[in-house]
């Protein structure tokens, strides 16, 4: 058996964690530059708030209702977010947790008797709240699809399920299968729940009694093969090791208002840039290959495309490097080329790849070998940025001012990463 933990409105959950007369009363949580609702309490989901929506469409209702509103807090919710992963390695077998976001996570119950699941859940759950403060909610079954639909049903039904539903038994799954729509089954798109629907198939037990055959052709091959199993209770969808090494590391912001000028667009990139070496360096690794990407805001040249379509350039740099000073050279020369003056630009990116072990980097004749005087300084660059936090150190490529800083007017202190913004208890 397997299960799925999910922790329940996660990143409404962290803000109320530091903040209890909050407990019961609605709360949203914004996307960058708080443009859309990408989070809500229950509470703010029964007075009509909208998931996804945009933000200044919701305010009237938000302030009718005194909501509790807060822009994206990713320090907090990463930190809170490790902590619950941490409390689940602790409390099972190792190699039994598979993170699979920031607020879900699967886990390997073969070794619990049958008849001890629901036990061991509740146990697990409780723990997991009163260790870290944030709630969450855990469906079991046979394959990782059905425990997907299990935790849908121990969410939607609260009062009943204690937020927890163990699928045990054919009766139990067949009547959580009658009760699942198909477009809220794991890996079915809105183009496939469509397209089942003009096909009768309006659950997921109208869909587990398709052949195999049948859904090679019409789900997708392999994938659809693999999803009809699943919904059988034949384990298809293998869990997966921890991933400790990235092979690709992406930095990537909307500006807090529309970038114009050359000069804002080579500081974002090279903070960007900064900030994605930093992901290498904590991975002991290196990069041969940097991408950079600008997306332009909508303009009337830029015809059908919302936000205008995504421009990108790349460069194989002569040896694998994680130095922030290398990696910025690069991107800035990036950028040059895709700048475009008189144009809008609403967000930009930096990605990482061809990534190795920093102790296997391959030489060049070529160029000066710097590898061990670069890693020395970035290694006390690094120290220093963690110690003191908000990047003390910084290259002067990345400014000063950074006017195209992404807007966060409603952030919540980040209480478990900085000192200076630590809970106060009266």
């Known amino acids: 058996m397997f299960a799925i933990v999910d922790c329940n409105s996660f990143y409404c959950s962290c803000e109320r964690l530091f903040r209890p007369e909050l407990q019961c009363l609605p709360v949203v949580v914004l996307s960058n530059n708080d443009g859309c609702i990408i989070s809500r309490s229950d509470e703010a989901k029964n007075l009509g708030v909208d998931m996804g929506g945009p933000y200044f469409k919701a305010k009237p209702l938000i302030e009718k209702y005194g909501v509790a509103t807060f822009s994206s807090n990713y320090n907090l919710y990463g930190n809170l977010s490790w902590r619950v992963m941490e409390t689940m390695r602790m409390l099972l077998p190792p190699q039994s947790v598979e993170v699979y976001s920031v607020d879900e996570c699967f886990i390997n119950l073969k070794h ?37 639909v299990a935790n849908r049903l121990a969410k939607k039904n609260k009062a009943i ?81 921890e991933l400790v090494q990235k092979k690709m590391i992406a930095t990537t912001r909307m500006f807090g208002s529309p970038v114009t000028e050359l000069k804002d667009m080579k500081e974002a990139i090279a903070t960007y840039t900064a900030r994605a070496a930093e992901k290498l ?45 290398e990696l910025i050279k690069a991107s800035i020369n990036l950028v040059i080329q895709l700048y475009e003056k008189g144009r809008l630009y609403k967000k930009a990116g930096v990605i990482l790849s061809h990534i190795v072990p920093d102790d296997a980097i391959q030489g060049n004749l070529f160029t000066e070998n710097k590898i061990g005087k670069n890693k020395l300084l970035m290694n006390t660059i690094d120290n220093v940025n963690f110690a003191m936090r908000d990047d003390i150190i910084k290259f002067a490529a990345s400014g000063t001012s950074r006017n195209w800083k992404m807007r966060q007017e409603l952030r919540s202190p980040r209480y478990t990463a900085r000192w200076n913004e630590i809970c106060l208890v009266h």
């Open 161 to 241: 399920t204690n937020c927890v539903l163990v699928l045990n038994t054919p009766r139990r799954l067949e009547q959580a299968l009658q009760k699942t729509p198909v477009e809220d089954i794991w890996g079915v798109g809105r183009q496939f729940a469509n397209k089942l629907r003009m096909l009768n198939i309006n659950t997921a037990l109208d869909l587990s009694k398709q052949n195999i055959a049948w859904a090679h052709r019409n789900l997708g091959g392999v994938v659809g093969m693999r999803l009809i199993r699943e919904l059988n209770g034949f384990e298809s969808i293998a869990m997966k090791e």
């Open 281 to 325: 360096r904590r991975q002991q690794c290196a990069a041969a290959c940097i991408s950079v990407f600008v997306v332009p805001k909508e303009t009337p040249t830029i015809g059908r495309f919302r936000h205008g379509p995504s421009i990108s350039a790349y460069t194989l740099l002569p040896q694998a490097t994680s130095a922030t000073n």
């Open 112 to 148: 619990i008797a049958p008849a001890e699941l629901t036990a061991f859940s509740t146990h697990l759950k409780e723990t997991v709240e009163q260790w870290t403060g944030i709630k969450v909610s855990i469906g079991v079954a046979p394959t990782k699809v059905l425990c997907k």
